[in-house]
């Protein structure tokens, strides 16, 4: 392993200045600033089509845009919001912290980690250029079920090749966090001793190369079912469209895993340094995180009870969904545990850490309710799913990303930020965020189906409610590129143990940590 | 550096073999389908060798047809419904019509319902094995042979075949 | 908080008098009736599950947090107490699962049916055809909705009746009658919903899905098109109207007259 060290070393005796040093940088602290600007941007791009999607929702009537492109700014938010926003954050995060909280002096493959977010632009270049065609960009829905897939125009295969790429990207992270975490572990640190969110990380990363080579193959499918005249799912050939539903939501189960496990990891560090506590049931955490990772396989299709399932078929997918509830709720539990008796103080990385738990429940209860086989045959692909999904996507994945770089932000940057202005972004995150999507619960339960560009008067109300609030959220973002901004170009340096409650490798370095982050590695007790 | 590429050569096992899992799906999908009757599939093969037995057990067929595309093809069965004995083999045919004037390639999908009882709706001859051609104006009739398995559950009274007509010119002409 | 209700009171267009409906509608079948209690035992089961735990929380907020001068405690674990809710809440989904599983064998179970209407979904219209007696025919948006939805129509569409809830060919089914419902499509996948006759179902081209609806109350009821099918996916609304046995009966012997000449595929 020294020789790796040196390894890495040796390269950055001259390090290029200006562009070139972000170019050809293979430092994991370079490399996961890049993915988390990256994330930011690509948070207001699919921001601001799902404010296109709102505005038009705003009343009854089409005011804005033909239905057409709406499908195109559904499809795309989507796209844009899993793959360029919530994962490369997740992959940020797991590049600036992983090195620094196991006692490494990088990631394992640093040239590697390079190429997996240089790849992300092209892709998304790519994927976006196609809503500048005569044809338009994708609007099947970010699910590309065939056939309806098989009608979009040239974008298609733009599509596909972008999604590819992504998919390549997220592999070679995912390769790496895991040679890193596996190898590169200060002496002393055993698995059990793991930072809880280095655990979350590590089978995080195990659902990404399991699943995403699953989406690899359903895309390459279609590819070949729309150019080559293979017929996996056109029931003229003998194939079946329900048959890419299966093998999509293979990946897309774990997918979803994907997006919250790195969450629930940076929740449970959060949680513990602000109640001045140990977290509560280490070990019952890890055994729950993968638990739900191994489940996350057996119950893809509750995406798609309606498909016509064999009864057996029906049971068995509700029962393992349900199943899903039961590690969840020991994650809720414990954190709840943690809090209780401690020496809580509020500070903005806990209060979106406290929000994520509260909103992330009640996501969590509406998919509970989901799971139920009899009453989604009633709620699938209505206005209730889709508060459902933002509830554990937005004031969960989305927050906890946020609560992460407010907490490590001094360490990051050796600068603290304004702690009345996180506040404020807070509060205003958080109210608007409910106003958005909690009556979408209502209209959905009323019988509002999703994915539809104007809609019956009797949902007018609920809907203009759900638009305002989506800009008051939109703009609150503002508000959080402004305390970023602030803080950057602060003097004023933070300590480097910033939070008097923090446990971990990290608050033993400098803030900023120096280039190569552990030069000889720490010793674990 | 060893254990960095056993890790490195593991874990790119592992990504190949699930994008190979991923058409791997394909026919483990078809031996699903095959044994619960996901979505009404049938034989899509001609079943030999059968023997007809005496079962004095009578259960309704429904037959029922869609165009897929709004192709201009008529296309529809020649008797709606048959009260058949379980058992015993029988035959009807669809008609179809093709409203254009060029030749067309065609293919029929059969589905039946409810899907779990599509394992006992065996068919001797269909048109739905093969593509088939049609002249333009030219109106075909499409025979049928099946039998109900005498396995048929008991409390199963209906079946119901439906048949897709595709029209796979174009697609033909892409291969 | 004032900021919030600042926002509410902006948010209501006042000449809307629109009905806030909350809840899923317990609707008129069997089927519907039973999707509708058991959300309704999922809902309230969430709703004291969370009162307890945000109750412990906000009590931990109020009373755990060092301005009051509360003192950390050391505990970090407790096998008894994880033990615990993990079994608790294994034991509410298994009571659950049971009235759920139950509901499922009933729902699925589509034998006996009086009557079968075969729903085909196009891009954007839907088919019906009533196999036993012979009647077909195309439903789809009505005009008046259809003029109003146009970008920039210059319509007010609160003044159309119905809006995008409205056909030109309604389907009419009978009362009291166990209706089997065949699904399919001929382009992409549809899914055929109304809401107070029960759950959907997706209509996949290729392939025949079945529901069953027994409609316990005449009335008309309303639904659309509830998988994405393409740009006017949003504009294939269903309308039933139910009847009882005897007008349906003379509906389709007025149908049969009218629609002789109607044939398929055209």
Known sequence: ?525 | MTNLKKTYLSISIIVIFMFSFSYMLVPLYDIFCEITGLNGKTNQEKIVGINEVNTDRFVTVKFTSTVAGSEPFNFNPMENEMIVEVGKIYTTSYILTNNTNSLKQITASPSVVPGRDAEYFKKIECFCFTQQQINGKETKELPLQFVIDEDLPLNTKTLILSYTMFNTTDQLGAK | MKNYLYMLALALPAEIMADWEVNMPRGVTPTSEIAYDIHMLMFWITVVIGILVFGVMIYSIIYHRKSVGHQPAKFHESTKVEIIWTVIPFLILVVCAVPATKALIMMEDTSDAGITLKVTGYQWMWEYEYLEDGVNFFSKIDNESNRARRLNSGQNVNNVDNYLRNVDNVVVLPTDTKVRVLLTASDVIHAWWVPELGGKKDAIPGYVNELWINIKKPGVYRGACAELCGKDHGFMPIVVRAVPKMEYEKWVTLQKDNRVAETKGN
């Open chain 1, 1 to 525: 392993m020294s020789a790796n060290i040196h390894d890495i070393h040796d390269q950055h005796h001259h390090t290029p200045s200006g562009l070139m040093r972000w170019i050809t940088t293979t430092n994991h602290k370079d490399i996961g600033s890049l993915y988390l600007w990256f994330s930011l941007v690509m948070f207001f791009i699919g921001g601001f089509m799902a404010l296109i999607i709102r505005a038009e929702l705003f009343e009854p009537g089409l005011q804005l845009v033909i239905p057409g492109f709406f499908n195109q700014m559904t499809t795309m938010h989507a796209l844009i919001m899993i793959f360029g926003a919530v994962m490369p954050a997740f992959v940020g995060l797991a590049n600036w912290q992983i090195p620094i909280m196991i006692g490494a002096p990088d990631m394992a493959l640093p040239r590697l980690n390079n190429w997996s977010f240089w790849i992300l632009p092209f892709a998304f270049t790519m994927l976006l250029s196609t809503l500048f065609f005569d044809s338009g960009g994708p609007a099947a829905g970010w699910t590309l079920y065939p056939p309806l897939s098989l009608q979009g125009g040239n974008s298609m295969p733009f599509v596909i090749l972008s999604i590819h790429l992504l998919g390549i990207s997220s592999i070679l992270g995912a390769i790496n966090v895991i040679a890193t975490i596996l190898n590169m572990r200060a002496p002393g640190m055993t698995l059990m001793k793991m930072p809880i969110f280095i655990w979350t990380w590590l089978i995080t990363a195990f659902l990404l190369i399991a699943a995403m080579p699953v989406l690899a193959g359903a895309i390459t499918m279609l590819l070949t079912d729309r150019f080559f005249g293979t017929s996996f799912f056109t029931a003229s050939g003998g194939g079946d469209p329900v048959m890419f539903q299966h093998i999509f939501w293979f990946f897309g189960h774990p997918e979803v895993y994907i997006l919250i496990l790195p969450a629930f990891g940076i929740v449970s560090t959060i949680i513990p340094a602000f109640s001045r506590k140990k977290l509560f049931g280490y070990d019952s955490m890890v055994y729950a995180t993968a638990s739900i990772a191994l489940l996350s396989f057996i119950v893809w299709a509750h995406h798609m009870f309606t498909v016509g399932m064999p009864l057996a078929g029906e049971i068995f997918f509700m029962l393992t969904t349900m199943l899903i509830a039961v590690p969840t709720g020991v994650k809720v539990f414990n954190w709840v545990a943690t809090m209780w008796k401690g020496s809580m103080t509020f500070e903005t990385p806990m209060l979106f850490a406290l929000a994520f738990i509260i909103l992330f429940t009640i996501g969590g209860f509406s998919g509970l309710m989901l799971a139920m086989t009899p009453a989604d045959f009633q709620y699938h692909d209505t206005y209730f799913v889709v508060a459902h999904f933002h509830y554990v996507l937005v004031p969960g994945a989305v927050f906890a990303i946020i609560a992460a770089v407010y907490y490590w932000l001094p360490k990051w940057t050796g600068k603290m930020y304004s702690e009345s202005l996180g506040k404020l972004h807070f509060w205003l995150t958080t109210v608007f965020v409910n106003v958005t999507f909690f009556p979408m619960h209502f209209v959905g339960l009323a019988g509002m189906p999703r994915r539809i560009p104007d809609y019956p008067v009797q949902f007018a109300d609920f809907n203009a409610i759900a638009s305002v609030g989506a800009f008051g959220f939109g703009l609150s973002q503002i508000l959080f590129v402004y305390i970023l901004y602030n803080t950057l170009k602060k003097d004023v340096t933070a300590d480097d143990k910033v939070w008097d409650g923090a446990e971990g490798l990290e608050w033993t370095l400098s803030s900023p940590p120096p280039y190569h982050s552990f030069e000889k590695a720490p010793r674990v007790e």
